[in-house]
């Protein structure tokens, strides 16, 4: 694969192709050859997992591309009209141009109700996918140096995209999203001394007045999205620079890059994908629905549904505020704590920053210099992989807590039950969590050395002349002895003895003692498992050659 | 002259007894006192261990005299009562009376003391009602409880408001009639016949079996919790299994 230089020489027998002129005069003027050069050898390494991202690319085009299609047909304003269109059960009915034109979008435009789905459905996924990916790059430590500022720049994306679909979901304003937004405002009015006034800045006046549709549609179709296609535009930047990390392996070292080039392999290959993710999203969009604002209704300030939630990625800020107590306090001078909401509030951006600053953390316990190329095995440094799970361990009894009444009808409890459950485990359960990840963990690790040491169960079983029977061990080969054992085991930090040679008490900063807690919490002996070395292997398998 | 008017009142009086009906009318009653008759006898077995011999109530059922024949219509008929197990609600069952006993049922309790009669059959019918001006009346009146479309909702400690898919048109009228258990009631003062017609259009519309979901399945038509639930299932699900299919497509060219 020369491509990238023979061009030249077809130009010198003069005889070209026109499609190679073409990138000649670009090339007179871009400098396209040497871009491609130093690009298209780009390799990209193989595992699936490293397909998320892919993923989450795919979807947001088709959220664009869906989205400037339904950006022809909405019409962002709240003035009220009598619906007059094709769907029966809402005829009469006065409702605000913006909900309006979503029901003509579901029924009078065109492939509408296909693309509106598509859209909601993209949505969706796509977030699905930003979390996937954020949590394959937490798990295998693919945040480290160099790549600390790509992580950010995907945390942003996921608040973006989370904000993006707050501000989109809401456009129909239909009862649903209107009940969100009122839920907004109240969250807004709870914030002490400004929230008034970020309220009525917010709405142009009182709740709800006629501004917020249209500022959340320029929102949501221009200021959010530019932001978004700038920071993925980064994002992949910052990958090509970087490289992509891959599991250890033989040939496969901190130092390399091993998998399929960019170009053309690679390409075809994302090429086809993007069309199997457009092909799936299409086909869940053709046949089930989403978000019927037909039958919701128009949004009313008098009127209110049970069971209503916001999409799935706010549905833990929901629950937040489902889990909390409502407790007020007046304070002196007429003021009202609303900590109900308030503390919601803060526990909301505080756990999405949890997560966002752990690399951070987790640099500052290790104080490692070094650049980290190899994707590490979640099993093989359990406390991140425990703080990991611990996380979404919070992070999913907030979803529960957000819909405590559907589970309550669906599965017959009480809804009180299920609340006082998640208040108790949103605090106990990650801790459960924590330690649990970090035995089984070890169990793993335990299993690779026991797999280096004495070979793979082979599930045949021998009985020895004396009747004994004994399961043959298959040796493992090279590349997986190789693969078990290429990860890195790092010592704790030792803080040197409290005294100096002179017996005299030396200070340590009480902020280093911390550290070195946590090294030891990373990388002390109940922290992992000490994998064999070359000597143990070679007494082992010498000393039980005459078995097999 | 006075005396001319009552003459003439005594003989009209007398003349419109004379031509009356009164056949008919003591047929319909002595067909009344049976029923109500035969219903006490079922109530005596079926009922009266908790609603008191006559309908007084006791520890174990409230008192039903005064809830009319509509409530024993809609409580028998959708198979709430006879309560079997005591719960946090009395649950929609199959129902353990025939139609004829439940007329007879509503006879009894309707003759311990005045309450709503079971409707005619025009006042329910969901042909007549307009679904556009229901389905504000829904929204406004029973969404907060049922949801948006009547799918249900839970309230507190167990108790639930029930999904309202395929409930008979008649069942739906009594119960905003009688307001069931923790449901309020919506009497005609509050909302007219005409209403109430409206928001029986608006759920046949929307929430029967034979209603259109022009969007394809609807998820049971929860929202977006099952619409997430989808996302992380079978969406991304999808797009899980063709990564692992793609990124396994390339395994070969690895080891050649
Ligand atoms: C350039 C990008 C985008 C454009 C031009 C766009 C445009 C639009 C428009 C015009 C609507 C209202 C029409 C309707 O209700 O169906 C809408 C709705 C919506 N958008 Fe977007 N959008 C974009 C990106 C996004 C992104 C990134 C997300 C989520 C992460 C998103 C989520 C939504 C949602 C959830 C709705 C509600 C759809 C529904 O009513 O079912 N959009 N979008």
């Given at each position: 694969m020369s491509t990238a230089t023979e061009p030249r020489k077809s130009t010198a027998r003069g005889k070209a192709p026109a499609g190679e002129k073409v990138a000649d005069w670009a090339d007179g003027r871009l400098g396209i050859y040497s871009l491609a050069k130093a690009n298209m050898r780009k390799i990209f390494p193989d595992h699936w997992s490293f397909l998320l991202g892919e993923i989450c690319l795919f979807s947001f085009i088709i959220v664009m591309l869906t989205g400037v299609y339904l950006t022809l047909f909405f019409v962002p304003s709240m003035g009220h009209v009598e619906y007059t269109g094709s769907f029966e059960p809402m005829q009469g009915v006065m409702m605000s141009e913006a909900y309006a034109s979503t029901l003509d979008i579901s029924f009078d435009v065109r492939g509408g109700l296909l693309v509106r789905q598509i859209h909601h459905w993209a949505a969706l996924l796509f977030v699905v996918g930003i979390f996937m990916h954020m949590m394959r790059v937490f798990f295998t430590g693919a945040f480290r140096k160099p790549r600390e500022i790509n992580w950010l720049f995907g945390f942003l994306l996921l608040v973006l995209a989370l904000f993006t679909g707050l501000t989109g979901y809401s456009l129909p304003d239909d009862l649903l999203s209107g009940v969100g937004i009122r839920f907004m405002e109240g969250a807004i009015l709870a914030v002490p001394v400004v929230g008034t006034y970020i309220q009525m800045f917010l709405f142009g006046?009182?709740?709800?007045?006629?501004?917020i549709i249209p500022r959340f549609f320029v929102v949501h179709v221009l200021l959010l999205p530019g932001i978004m296609l700038g920071l993925v535009v980064a994002h992949l930047i910052l990958i090509v620079y970087h490289k992509h990390t891959h599991y250890a392996g033989p040939g496969r070292t901190n130092d390399n890059v091993v998998g399929m080039p960019l170009l053309p392999v690679y390409m075809a290959k994302a090429g086809g994908f993007f069309f199997l993710v457009f092909g799936v999203i299409t086909l869940i969009a053709a046949t089930v629905t989403i978000n019927p604002v037909w039958v919701l209704g128009p949004y009313r300030p008098d009127q209110i549904s049970t069971?209503?939630?916001?999409d799935w990625y706010l549905g833990f800020s929901e629950g937040l505020v489902r889990m909390m107590p409502g407790w007020e306090w007046v304070i002196p001078g007429g003021y009202t704590l609303n900590f109900g909401l308030l503390v919601p509030l803060i526990v909301f951006p505080g756990l999405l920053t949890a997560i966002a600053l752990y690399p951070f953390f987790e640099s500052w316990v290790t104080k490692d210099p070094r650049e980290h190329h190899i994707a590490e095995r979640p099993r093989n440094n359990p406390t991140r992989t425990g703080f990991g799970m611990a996380w979404l361990t919070a992070f999913g009894v907030c979803m529960l807590a957000g819909g405590n009444d559907l589970w309550a009808i669906h599965f017959h409890l009480s809804i009180n039950a299920i609340t006082w459950f998640c208040r108790i485990g949103f605090f106990v359960l990650p801790v459960v969590a924590f330690f649990v990840t970090r035995r089984i963990c070890l169990g793993l690790q335990r299993r690779d050395a026991e797999k280096v040491l004495h070979g793979r169960e082979s599930g045949i079983i021998k009985r020895l002349p004396h009747g004994e029977f004994v399961e043959v061990h298959e040796p493992l080969s090279q590349e997986q002895l190789y693969t078990l054992t290429a990860h890195e085991q790092q010592k704790p930090l030792e803080l040197g003895p409290d005294t100096d040679k002179n017996g005299v008490r030396r200070p340590v900063n009480p902020l280093e003692r911390v550290r070195a807690r946590f090294s030891k919490a990373y990388f002390g002996e109940q922290a992992q498992i000490t994998k064999p070395t070359r000597e143990e292997y070679k007494e082992i398998t010498e000393g039980h050659g005459d078995h097999h | 002259m006075f005396v001319v008017l009552l003459i003439a009142l005594a003989a009209t009086g007398g003349l419109y007894a004379a031509f009356a009906p009164a056949e008919e009318a003591q047929a319909d009653n002595r067909a009344q006192s049976l029923a109500i008759d035969e219903g006490e006898a079922l109530y005596r077995v079926g009922c009266s261990s908790c609603h008191g011999r006559s309908g007084e109530g006791g520890s174990d059922g409230p008192s039903?005299?005064?809830?009319?024949p509509a409530a024993v219509h809609f409580q028998v008929g959708t198979g709430r009562m006879p309560l079997q197990n005591p719960g946090a609600q009395a649950p929609a069952k199959p129902?353990?009376?025939t139609q004829a006993e439940i007329d007879q049922l509503a006879a009894y309790i309707g003759s311990l003391g005045p309450g709503p009669a079971v409707p005619e059959a025009s006042a329910y019918d969901p042909a007549d009602g307009d679904a556009a001006r229901g389905g504000e009346l829904f929204r406004t009146n029973c969404a907060q409880c049922h949801n948006f479309t009547g799918q249900g909702g839970a309230l507190t400690h167990g108790k639930y408001a029930p999904g309202?898919?395929?409930?008979e048109p008649i069942f739906i009228y009594e119960a905003m009639l009688t307001g069931p258990q923790n449901m309020p009631s919506f009497p005609d003062t509050v909302l007219p016949e005409q209403e109430k017609r409206d928001i029986i259009a608006w759920l046949n519309a929307v929430n029967t079996s034979e209603s259109p979901s022009p969007g394809g399945f609807s998820l049971g038509g929860f929202g977006p919790v099952s619409e997430g639930l989808f996302a992380w299932t079978f969406g991304i699900g999808a797009l899980v299994a063709l990564t692992v299919w793609i990124g396994a497509r390339s395994a070969k060219a690895r080891k050649s």
């Open positions: 006046g009182e709740f709800p007045g006629y501004d069971n209503a939630q916001p | 039903l005299v005064g809830v009319g129902r353990a009376y309202l898919d395929d409930v």
